[in-house]
């Protein structure tokens, strides 16, 4: 029946402003930093590992569109999705078939909607359980490095890798350590082997979000600076972590107290990557202060035992996967302290009530 009333498409928040950027501002500044990353794998020729890219994101956007399909809850945009699309298909191999790529995107984004809802916001990140099911089903596709039992109570665990050949050597990578151990590292009376440039630049793994680390280094700033991600979490969790790696990991391996490698830890699985695109994600963070550092601090922890030197594939998805159960059992109780503080406020304003 036509009321005579137009119809309009769209409801619009102005002149009301977000406090912080919504979920789709985010989601674009997320996905412009990933695709620098994208255009430094297009430069190394790394095409096997685009296709695997760009059929996770086809996964993704085909799972948007089903989800919204007949659905009441109908997702506001498709950047989140693409965002997560991305995410997965820098987490796999670039020799996984990309077929099951994009199945494997398709199936985990949409049985998340399913069972949490067609939202960008979750409890349990998609993208973490997308990859550990790729890893169930293909393990033998991801690369795994050998270290010799002894090399893991060595001060350097790093430079073993380094002389050995698993890390892949960039170019100008023996110019560049000369030249700063010459200006920069000779004022501290230390000097930096060759390798730890290719660790921070591109380290050559087959999977793309473990190469550029330099990369993630900067787009962490541009997301802390913008307000996306707080700054609180990846701090902590990065803290705790290199802590507890540098004091008492080689402890496990018959080593000495503090002589652990940190930049082992943090340059070669993906720790920096997770810690700032994973360990975030809308949704699997507490909302108090205190229930962030106690998320942070508790993911440290398990980053430690779960990952430990973080050279496994997916160690960090892993430990972004058990944190995020951690941060429900937090939520969970940030709701109960509300609930109480709701019912104290409300008692006492019954009581002003009463002898008004």
């Not at 674009?28 to 255009?39: A, E, F, N, P, R």
């Not at 398709?106 to 979750?122: D, E, I, Y």
């Not at 962490?220 to 290199?242: D, E, M, N, R």
């Not at 990952?307 to 594939?313: L, M, R, V």
Request: include cysteine; aromatic fraction near 12%; charged fraction near 10%.
């Amino acid at each position: 029946m036509d009321t005579g009333y137009p119809r309009y498409r769209e409801a619009r928040i102005r002149p009301f402003l977000y406090i912080t950027p919504s979920i789709r501002d985010s989601s674009v500044t997320m996905l412009v930093l990933l695709g620098g990353q994208l255009v430094l794998l297009g430069v190394a020729k790394d095409f096997s590992a685009l296709l695997v890219i760009f059929t996770a994101l086809l996964g993704s956007g085909a799972a948007f569109y089903a989800g919204n399909w007949n659905s009441r809850e109908r997702a506001a945009s498709i950047v989140p999705d693409l965002v997560q699309g991305t995410l997965i298909g820098m987490l796999l191999p670039s020799a996984y078939p990309p077929v099951s790529v994009f199945f494997i995107s398709f199936s985990a984004l949409l049985a998340g909607k399913f069972f949490t809802g067609n939202t960008a916001c979750v409890r349990y990140n998609r993208v973490a359980i997308a990859v550990i099911v790729a890893w169930i089903a293909g393990a033998a596709l991801f690369p795994h490095w050998t270290i010799p039992a002894d090399a893991y109570a060595a001060p350097n665990v790093s430079l073993t890798l380094i002389q050995e050949g698993a890390v892949g050597m960039v170019k100008y990578d023996g110019v560049i350590t000369e030249y700063l151990n010459r200006t920069v590292f000779h004022l501290f009376n230390v000097s930096v082997p060759e390798g730890y440039v290719s660790l921070l630049w591109d380290n050559g793994s087959s999977i793309p979000a473990f190469r550029f680390n330099l990369a993630t280094v900067v787009s962490s700033i541009v997301l802390l600076a913008t307000g996306v991600f707080t700054i609180s979490i990846p701090v902590l969790f990065l803290t705790t972590y290199g802590v507890l790696v540098r004091l008492l990991l080689p402890v496990f391996f018959g080593g000495t107290v503090g002589h652990g490698d940190v930049l082992l830890s943090f340059l070669t699985g993906g720790t920096l990557f997770c810690a700032l695109y994973l360990l975030q994600w809308f949704g699997t963070v507490p909302a108090t202060t205190g229930g962030k550092c106690v998320y942070a601090v508790c993911g440290g922890l398990i980053a430690f035992f779960v990952a430990g030197y973080a050279i496994s594939p997916v160690g960090m998805v892993f430990t972004v996967l058990i944190t995020d159960m951690v941060s429900a059992v937090i939520q969970g109780a940030e709701d109960r302290l509300n609930l109480r503080k709701t019912k104290r406020l409300l008692a006492a304003y019954g009581q002003q009530d009463t002898a008004i």
